[in-house]
């Protein structure tokens, strides 16, 4: 029997808002705009509402307290889309053992809402293309994650609902979806939006827990 292991990647394979910091450093170095010693990674992720569309003007607001002027909205897009980052931003510890371990078992999928150019640059940076069947990139803004429509054009009809596990961190674009659809469901509890209540299966602190759950699930 083979399985399917649908991953999101913010957040749940690394942690967005060490990127995001990355981002608005290479920012400051290039336009000599010194960022407050208070902000770091930890304050972007307690500080930053992820559910705002604009994340960059939004990562701005956090940092700066103001709203970006055009051009400094483009440069913080151009970054976010080639930001050289291989090496200074990781896996989560575990993530890599996970990983190996459910392509055993059967197929990993990588389902991910975002700008096309800027997904594809994280998965370079983390090195992750070689840990996947399929990575699919969801850059419409009308067909993303949480719709259910998206499942079911991803999930085939041969394929039964029982033998597919998502594994992610958001409660509304990751868990809701499918647990609708009856998939079983392990929810990260980090990034973003770990103090989000959901309704996920089995939910785990660590990605390295992630083998136990299934490995107990599969006896």
């Known amino acids: 029997m083979k399985y399917k292991f649908i991953f999101d990647l913010d957040n749940t394979l690394y942690s967005e808002s060490e990127y995001l910091y990355l981002i608005i450093k290479k920012f400051a170095e290039i336009t000599k705009k010194e960022i407050p010693r208070s902000i770091n990674s930890q304050f972007i992720e307690e500080r930053l509402d992820r559910r705002k569309n604009d994340v960059l003007s939004n990562l701005y607001l956090t940092v700066y307290g103001e709203i970006p002027m055009k051009w400094e909205h483009e440069l913080l897009f151009y970054l976010y889309k080639t930001l050289q980052a291989k090496n200074q931003i990781q896996l989560y510890h575990g993530c890599e053992e996970v990983l190996k371990f459910c392509s055993i078992l059967g197929d990993n999928i990588m389902l991910t809402n975002g700008h096309r150019e800027v997904q594809l640059n994280k998965i370079r940076c983390l090195g992750l293309e070689k840990y996947f069947n399929d990575i699919i990139i969801l ?16 999930i085939k009809k041969n394929v039964s609902h029982e033998d597919i596990f998502m594994i992610g961190d958001d409660p509304v674009n990751d868990i809701a979806p499918a647990k609708l659809l009856g998939i079983k469901t392990i929810r990260l509890k980090k990034g973003f ?11 785990v602190k660590e990605i390295k827990e992630v083998k136990s759950v299934i490995t107990n699930l599969l006896k």
Request: proline letters at 0%.
């Open 139 to 154: 850059d419409n803004i009308n067909f993303q994650k949480s719709n259910i429509e998206v499942w079911n054009q991803l």
């Open 193 to 203: 939006f770990k103090l989000e209540k959901s309704d996920a299966d089995y939910e």
